[in-house]
């Protein structure tokens, strides 16, 4: 198993336990959070004729409901930053049950938006992060196959939500499946019953060592850990650490926007975002512009879902590998750039079966990113400014998300085909890819001359320590 990243916790996390019971919750929770809005798109073509709507007009429903889920990120932040994971995961079960039951009842696309859209999306919002800062704290060593197994829960409920929709549409119609979909959200709320705080208390590991290691820590944790900014243990900065800790715990880390490895993050995610949600959201649609019947339509996002599910897990356990832990952000890099291969080669399959394809290989490309996708994120700012990096990153990307499926639909309102809408959303992933690959070179070879600059640093202050210890013991010896 390889070494986890330095991060000053102050706990030693248990990597396993009620641990994995919490990744059983955040399964169900992340399920739930990204699949609800994708296996909508099932309603769009029948709720598009109900209302006279365009194609850019009905893809505004998912992307309002994605948008207020990232939005929603801040909030949720200080939410979980005050009363933990489970309460804001169990009122984020209630909010998007009542905004589907009010949604059954509406007589307007607006209706929708706001019923769909930003109720449910902030009950969204309340699911998600919750359940990602939760895992966290329960692992360390074992972290990126906990979240991989953890955001496996996505495809796993689309895969279920897609063909059950389909049949709910055709039993009750479109209002009736709303009203039996605010039902089975609920479910969230039992997964938030299981999110347990962590015992920190059990295992606490104080910093006692010496200065040097104390200042080796706080070296190694740098670009990750705002905890270990400090190594002087006097009263006066112990209680102004205490102060700046409970004020960043209540509130949003905005200094993170000075650390280097949030920014790539950030940079890149915004224009991946762009395209990261429109393939999916235009699949079943794409589909059935070609003359696919509604099932076989919906079977594609099955499929999807499918190869989804099993590359997220195994994803995760070559993220937690020896060989590509310690280099992870290029395994990232990577996924984002076979994505935008995927939809550039989109437009070439022909027929269903060339969809098939395209759906097995977008599946896997889709899976490896949204595997790492905050993985990644945690191994750059660490455990403690997770929480507060999360709800940033989110409430910036909603601009992309809530715009990127909309201008998706324009094109294909514009060109009256699907193809130009892959070309763009090809570009959109291909080129924050290949920015990636650069800019996380350049930081990885920054990090080490950081360390190497900080071993030299060590090894001066070590000579120092010494050669003043012999000479107060010369100045003894003469004294006597």
């Known amino acids: 198993m390889p070494p986890a990243a330095a991060t000053n916790l102050g706990y030693e996390p248990p990597d396993g336990g009620w641990g994995w019971a919490v990744v059983f919750a955040a399964f169900i929770s992340i399920g739930f959070s990204y699949a609800f809005p994708k296996s909508l798109t099932i309603y769009?073509?029948?709720?598009?004729e109900y209302f006279s709507v365009s194609y850019s007009e009905i893809a505004w429903l998912s992307s309002v409901m994605l948008a207020s889920m990232y939005a929603g990120g801040p909030v949720s932040s200080m939410l979980v930053n005050r009363y933990g994971s489970r309460p804001v995961v169990m009122v984020g079960g209630l909010l998007v049950c009542t905004g589907m039951v009010l949604a059954s009842l509406g007589t307007t696309i607006i209706h929708l938006y706001l019923c769909v859209g930003v109720i449910g999306g902030f009950g969204l919002a309340f699911n998600l992060q919750p359940a990602l800062t939760i895992i966290g704290t329960y692992f360390q060593v074992k972290r990126p196959l906990a979240n991989g197994l953890a955001m496996t829960g996505s495809p796993v409920v689309l895969s279920t939500l897609?063909?059950?929709n389909q049949f709910l549409f055709d039993s009750f119609g479109w209002r009736g499946s709303f009203l039996?979909?605010?039902s089975i959200v609920l479910n969230c709320c039992v997964a938030g019953a299981l999110m347990r705080p962590v015992n920190k208390r059990a295992e606490f590991q104080p910093n006692n060592g010496s200065p040097t290691s104390r200042r080796k820590v706080s070296v190694e944790a740098a670009a990750v850990d705002f905890r270990s900014q400090s190594a002087n243990p006097s009263t006066k900065d112990d209680t102004n650490k205490s102060k700046c800790q409970s004020f960043v715990s209540r509130y949003i880390d905005v200094s993170l926007f000075t650390h280097r490895g949030?920014?790539?993050?950030?940079?890149?995610?915004?224009?991946?975002?762009?395209?990261?949600?429109?393939?999916?959201v235009f699949l079943a649609p794409y589909a059935k512009h070609q003359g696919t019947?509604?099932?076989?339509?919906?079977?594609?996002?099955s499929i999807f879902a499918?190869?989804?599910?099993f590359i997220r897990p195994v994803t995760g356990f070559l993220g937690n590998s020896k060989w590509i832990r310690p280099r992870i952000q290029y395994f990232f890099s990577f996924a984002v750039s076979y994505n935008g291969v995927c939809h550039l080669l989109c437009p070439l399959a022909s027929g269903y079966g060339g969809l098939v394809v395209y759906a097995v290989f977008f599946g896997?490309?889709?899976?490896?990113l949204s595997a790492l996708l905050f993985e990644v994120l945690m191994d750059l700012v660490g455990t403690h400014r997770f929480s507060s990096a999360v709800g940033l990153v989110t409430i910036i990307e909603c601009g992309p998300v809530l715009l990127g499926p909309p201008i998706s639909g324009a094109l294909v309102d514009m060109f009256g085909d699907y193809k130009y809408m892959y070309y763009a959303c090809g570009v959109f992933m291909l080129v924050p890819g290949i920015f990636f690959f650069i800019m996380h070179y350049y930081n990885y070879k920054k990090l080490d001359e950081e360390h190497r600059q900080s071993m030299v640093v060590e090894m001066r202050i070590s000579e120092e320590a010494v050669e003043l210890k012999l000479n107060q013991n010369e100045k003894t010896d003469n004294e006597r």
Request: no cysteine; charged share 10%; net charge negative.
């Open 306 to 309: 499918l190869v989804d599910m």
């Open 180 to 182: 039996i979909l605010g």
């Open 44 to 48: 769009f073509k029948e709720i598009q």
């Open 262 to 280: 949030f920014l790539i993050y950030l940079i890149g995610n915004v224009l991946m975002f762009f395209g990261f949600f429109a393939p999916v």
């Open 293 to 301: 019947d509604e099932y076989s339509a919906a079977l594609l996002l």
């Open 162 to 164: 897609a063909p059950l």
């Open 364 to 368: 896997l490309a889709f899976g490896m």
